[in-house]
């Protein structure tokens, strides 16, 4: 079985521009997250789908971020404009069940100049 | 406010000698408490999940126990691959999927 799989690995932006994370999760877990970890902090939750609806975005910083999930496959994180606190790595996971173990995937690291 | 304390930050063990990991934690309402293991570069891998005191969950060398103000990650005679960060994690019954993670215990087996 495939795991949760997050893309690009790393990316290097500059202060005002935008960047576009995806995550793919592992196939058929309806539930979807984002969660990040700035420097020296634990990781956080940022927000929650169940299929293509989002159930909880308590954890969004402001509205230069903006998640979606087409379809209720695929998401995507998009930063726009970014600022340099935005920088940390930015973590997906699915479950198959609410409330259920979420599995992780491997991260992308942003880095804001 | 929730929270997770995760301790020590860092842990030197030599191979072989056993010791345990702390994870304490305030939440209104305990669900449930996940335990995690994440290598260098990578996510988080799940490990356990204890939902109630008294409640023990066994891996290879990893034991991990609930009581209702902590949990702990025991690991016995270790080997050198054991070395990652163990993060502890909770989940609230009113928001059950919201995670609220520890800043992690740093492991390091020397062989």
Redesign the interface.
């Known amino acids: 079985e495939a795991g ?1 799989t ?1 893309f690009p690995s790393h990316s290097v932006i500059e202060k005002g521009q935008t960047v576009t994370l995806r995550c793919d999760p592992i196939s058929g877990h309806d ?1 979807l ?1 984002w ?1 990040r970890r700035v420097m020296g ?5 940022l927000l ?1 789908f169940v299929k293509e609806s989002k ?2 975005e ?2 969004m910083p402001n509205n230069r971020f903006l998640a979606e999930r087409t379809g209720g496959t695929y998401s995507t994180l998009k930063v726009q404009p970014a600022e340099l606190e935005d920088s940390g790595v930015y ?1 997906c ?1 699915s479950s198959q069940d ?10 992308t690291r942003l880095s804001i100049l | 406010e929730d929270q997770v304390t995760q301790s020590p930050e860092a842990l030197r063990l030599q191979e072989g000698e056993s010791s345990s990991l702390n994870c304490s934690y305030t939440v209104s309402g305990l669900r449930g408490l996940f335990w995690y293991r994440q290598d260098p570069g990578k996510g988080p891998e799940f490990l356990f999940t204890l939902y109630s005191a008294g409640e023990e969950k066994e891996k290879e060398r990893l034991k991990a126990t609930l009581t209702k103000k902590e949990s702990f990650l025991h690991i016995t005679a270790p080997k050198p691959e054991d070395s990652a960060t163990y993060l502890c994690a909770v989940q609230a019954r009113r928001n059950f999927n919201k995670f609220y993670f520890g800043s992690g215990t740093k492991l390091n087996v020397k062989p």
Do not use: L, M, T
């Not at chain 1, 902090?41 to 939750?45: L, Q, V, Y």
């Not at chain 1, 173990?101 to 991260?107: A, C, I, L, V």
């Open positions: 949760v997050q539930n997250y969660y902090k634990e990781i956080k939750f929650h159930q909880d308590s954890g973590f996971a609410q409330g259920g173990p979420q599995h992780f995937g491997d991260g």
